[in-house]
């Protein structure tokens, strides 16, 4: 008997991912604003929400090299070009310095995309999309 399988996908049915289809995104940092609850803002405005878990990419010509690859969640947007994370810099912590070259300092979003029932107590909750997880906002 032969596999239930019919073999493998075709590349046309499993496309790949394009990163300008989905949000929340990457932006570049503009500055930093160190203290126990760290303040990121971008150059251009953001798409991230409250609960968002992102990670910072923070070039060694930026300064607050001890905050690259440091990951935190969004705990408020004061602007539409700023986040506050969950990310501690109160203590040593270098100040950023803003410098545009090749590699710019970025905010990423970290996760996957999340669909389905969510609930702390166990009741069955369905939601189009866990708030923080990636959207796909593809025009086809």
């Not at 969510?118 to 069955?124: C, L």
Request: aromatic share 8%.
């Amino acid at each position: 008997m032969g596999s239930p399988f019919p073999g493998p996908t075709p590349p046309y049915n499993n496309p790949p991912i394009e990163p300008q289809y989905f949000q929340p995104s990457q932006f570049y940092i503009s500055s930093i604003t160190l203290g126990i609850n760290t303040t990121i803002t971008t150059i251009k405005n953001h798409n991230y929400v409250i609960g968002q878990a992102i990670k910072l990419i923070i070039p060694p010509a930026n300064g607050c090299r001890q905050l690259n690859e440091v990951t935190g969640y969004v705990i408020l947007i004061p602007t539409a070009n700023s986040v506050t994370t969950t990310i501690n810099s109160s203590m040593n912590v270098d100040q950023f310095v803003s410098s545009f070259s090749f590699n710019q300092p970025q905010i990423l979003a970290v996760g996957d995309v999340n669909t389905g029932i969510i609930s702390s107590t166990g009741a069955t909750i369905r939601r189009i999309a866990i708030s923080g997880a990636f959207v796909n906002i593809s025009p086809l």
